[in-house]
T-cell receptor
Framework: ETGVTQTPRHLVMGMTNKKSLKCEQH?????MYWYKQSAKKPLELMFV???????ENNSVPSRFSPECPNSSHLFLHLHTLQPEDSALYLC??????????????FGEGSRLTVL | ELKVEQNPLFLSMQEGKNYTIYCNYS?????LYWYRQDPGKSLESLFV?????AVKQEGRLMASLDTKARLSTLHITAAVHDLSATYFC????????????FGTGTSLTVIP
């Protein structure tokens, strides 16, 4: 596989469930991101992992928990979500450094519906 | 927090016409990116602009960057239906390394 792969592509869960979204990048990049895309809202940066450091958006609720076991894999653990968390969750990766363009490469997204 | 504003939010144009999408941002940045998103799809990188005065062109799309005005434009020339999509600009902040901030997006519909 090439690029950035996200699984599952679609997920329906109840508010009491626990699930995880998975992202894998095959580009050799050193930074990975989670974004939330809701209808009629800008893309919201949730978490960034780069060079083993984590940056997070302080407005993201604690019911979202990221995990980055290595530079190629990124997870988003979900628990006790709310209906307003229904959205498209996009994973992206990039190579950070002054000598490159640093553009983000996105996966196809995981469409989450919380009932 | 950095704010990135695009206008218009919605654009409906006839084939063959020209138009410009604007992207304004609120703080100093030397990295500006344009992405395209088709319905139900992910984001695809279109242009990377890394310096003041940078201009990039691909087919009917041309992007430019004015870092002093904190403004980027995406110009569409002689639009065709295949350009219908949502276009996003994104700003990278050098001082925070890896953080990207996206504009609200411009939904473009090209009418035959």
């Amino acid at each position: 596989e090439t690029g950035v792969t996200q699984t599952p592509r679609h997920l329906v869960m109840g508010m009491t469930n626990k699930k995880s979204l998975k992202c894998e990048q095959h580009l050799g990049h050193n930074a990975m991101y989670w974004y939330k895309q809701s209808a009629k809202k800008p893309l919201e940066l949730m978490f960034v992992y780069s060079l083993e450091e984590r940056v997070e958006n302080n407005s993201v609720p604690s019911r979202f928990s990221p995990e980055c076991p290595n530079s190629s894999h990124l997870f988003l653990h979900l628990h006790t979500l709310q209906p307003e968390d229904s959205a498209l969750y996009l994973c992206a990766s990039r190579e950070w450094g002054r000598s490159n363009t640093g553009e983000l490469f996105f996966g196809e997204g995981s469409r989450l519906t919380v009932l | 927090e950095l704010k990135v504003e695009q206008n218009p939010l919605f654009l409906s144009m006839q084939e063959g016409k020209n138009y410009t999408i604007y992207c304004n941002y609120s703080t100093t940045s030397d990295r500006l990116y344009w992405y395209r998103q088709d319905p139900g799809k992910s984001l695809e990188s279109l242009f990377v602009l890394l310096s003041n005065g940078a201009v990039k062109q691909e087919g009917r799309l041309m992007a430019s960057l004015d870092t002093k005005a904190r403004l980027s434009t995406l110009h569409i020339t002689a639009a065709v239906h295949d350009l219908s999509a949502t276009y996003f600009c994104a700003v990278g902040l050098s001082n925070t390394g890896n953080q990207f901030y996206f504009g609200t997006g411009t939904s473009l519909t090209v009418i035959p």
